[in-house]
C-alpha cells in the first residue's frame, strides 16, 4: 500500500526546509476536499504558523487561501499576528477559490460568477489593505458589492512595512489585469514557460497603465514535480497531475496550440475545477478519466519539473528566463517514497546548482 504524507510528515519537511536551503514554505489547503488515498487536508495558518515557531530565516506564502469563506479583515488580523511572531516572514496568496473551500457552507453567498469572484478578490485586497493602514483616528470604512465596514481600526500592525506581499492567483485576462493594478505578485498554477512569459508581460503593462512600477510585481508560479533518478518513472507520474490540470483549462489548451483538444474538454472543464463535492467519487472518477484520455505525456509534462534531476535544472532555467522569481514546487504527496527522493534529488542536486549560478 502506498503511504500518502501526513500531517507530521508536512510539518517535519517545512521545518527542515530551512536546513536544506529552501527560501519559502508554501501551504496550500481545501476545507472539504478528500478523495481515496489522499491524507487528511489542514488548515493553511496553523501549519504555517507551526512551522514559523520552530525556524529563525526562512518565509512562508499562503498559496492560496480563498476569499469566501474568511473574511479580509479576520485574515488582516492574522497575518499581522503572524508577521510579528515571525519578524516578517509571511506573504500571503489569494485566488477565488473553489466547491471544496466553501461549497457546504450555505450561508457564505460564494460567487457564482466570474465577475463576481473579480470584484471579490478586488474588495478583500482593498478592505485587507485598508484594514492594515487603519488607525485610531482615521478608521477604515468600505461599502462594497461583498463586503461592508465602518470605523474598523486593528491596533495590532504589521511588522513588514507598508503590509506583507500579497500575490493573487489568478489565469483569466480579467485577473491578470486586476495583479497589475493591485498586486504585490503573480502566483498562478499550471503555466508552461512561454505562455507564463507572455501573461506576465501583460500584467506588467496593466501595471504602467495603473502608474505602478512594473519591476515590482513578483512573478510566481506554483507548478507540480517530480524528480527521480529515472526520469521516466518520474514523468510518467508527473503527467497524470499535468493532464487533469490542463483538462481544467481550454483556454491554455488553446494557447499551447491544442485547439481541437480544448474543444472537446469545454463541456467538462468545470466538472472538474468544481465538481469534487457536487459529485458521488464514481461519477467524478469517469469525468476525470474521460477528460484526460486524449491528452499526451508531452503536452501534461510541458506544464510542471519533472524527470531526472538534470531535466528539471533545465526546466527550472526556463521559468526563470519566462520571468518566475518565486516557484513553488508541489511534490507528489501522494506517495511518501516519491516524495522523499524527490526532495533528496532536489536539496542534493538542484538547489546547490541554482545557489552556486
Same mark, same amino acid.
Given at each position: 500500500m502506498v503511504e500518502p504524507v501526513g500531517l507530521e510528515d508536512a510539518l517535519r519537511y517545512g521545518v527542515e526546509a530551512e536546513k536544506w536551503g529552501f527560501d519559502v514554505v508554501a501551504a496550500c489547503e481545501n476545507l472539504f476536499w478528500w478523495t481515496p488515498g489522499q491524507s487528511s487536508v489542514w488548515d493553511n495558518f496553523t501549519v504555517l504558523n507551526a512551522i514559523m515557531n520552530r525556524t529563525k530565516k526562512i518565509g512562508f506564502l499562503t498559496a492560496v487561501i480563498d476569499t469566501v469563506k474568511r473574511h479580509p479583515a479576520v485574515v488582516a488580523h492574522m497575518v499581522s499576528t503572524m508577521d510579528n511572531i515571525g519578524k516578517g516572514r509571511i506573504s500571503i496568496g489569494i485566488g477565488a477559490g473553489e466547491v471544496a473551500n466553501y461549497g457546504p457552507l450555505l450561508d457564505m453567498n460564494p460567487p457564482k460568477k466570474p465577475s463576481e469572484m473579480l470584484t471579490r478578490i478586488r474588495e478583500f485586497i482593498t478592505v485587507t489593505r485598508g484594514i492594515w493602514n487603519s488607525t485610531l483616528d482615521r478608521p477604515f470604512n468600505f461599502n462594497g458589492t461583498c463586503f461592508h465596514v465602518e470605523n474598523a481600526y486593528l491596533s495590532l500592525k504589521p511588522l513588514t512595512k507598508p503590509h506583507p506581499p500579497l500575490y493573487v492567483a489568478g489565469l483569466g485576462p480579467r485577473m491578470r489585469k486586476l495583479v497589475g493594478e493591485m498586486a504585490n505578485g503573480w502566483i498562478p498554477l499550471t503555466y508552461p514557460p512561454e505562455i507564463y512569459e507572455k501573461n506576465l508581460t501583460e500584467i506588467k503593462q496593466y501595471a504602467l497603465q495603473s502608474g505602478r512600477n512594473a519591476e515590482a510585481i513578483d512573478g510566481g508560479l506554483i507548478a507540480y514535480t517530480a524528480v527521480l533518478s529515472n526520469g521516466d518513472k518520474a514523468r510518467k507520474i508527473a503527467s497524470e497531475r499535468g493532464?487533469? =490540470?490542463?483538462?481544467?483549462?481550454?483556454?491554455?489548451?488553446?494557447?499551447?496550440?491544442?485547439?481541437?483538444?480544448?474543444?472537446?474538454?469545454?463541456?467538462?472543464?468545470?466538472?472538474?475545477?468544481?465538481?469534487?463535492?457536487?459529485? !458521488?467519487? #464514481?461519477?467524478?472518477?469517469?469525468?476525470?478519466?474521460?477528460?484526460?484520455? /486524449?491528452?499526451?505525456?508531452?503536452?501534461?509534462?510541458?506544464?510542471?519539473? #519533472?524527470?531526472?534531476? /538534470?531535466?528539471?535544472?533545465?526546466?527550472?532555467? =526556463?521559468?526563470?528566463? #519566462? !520571468?518566475?522569481?518565486?516557484?513553488?514546487?508541489?511534490?507528489?504527496?501522494? =506517495?511518501? =517514497?516519491?516524495?522523499?527522493?524527490?526532495?533528496?534529488?532536489?536539496?542534493?542536486?538542484?538547489?546547490?546548482?541554482? &545557489? &552556486?549560478?
Open positions: 493532464r487533469l =490540470d490542463v483538462a481544467a483549462r481550454p483556454a491554455l489548451l488553446r494557447g499551447m496550440g491544442y485547439t481541437r483538444l480544448a474543444e472537446q474538454l469545454e463541456d467538462q472543464a468545470w466538472a472538474l475545477r468544481e465538481g469534487p463535492l457536487t459529485e !458521488g467519487l #464514481s461519477t467524478r472518477k469517469e469525468i476525470h478519466e474521460r477528460a484526460i484520455r /486524449d491528452i499526451p505525456e508531452e503536452l501534461a509534462t510541458r506544464v510542471n519539473v #519533472s524527470g531526472t534531476p /538534470d531535466d528539471a535544472i533545465k526546466q527550472i532555467e =526556463d521559468y526563470i528566463k #519566462s !520571468g518566475v522569481r518565486l516557484l513553488v514546487l508541489w511534490p507528489p504527496y501522494e =506517495d511518501k =517514497d516519491v516524495l522523499e527522493e524527490t526532495i533528496r534529488n532536489y536539496r542534493k542536486k538542484i538547489l546547490p546548482y541554482f &545557489k &552556486k549560478t
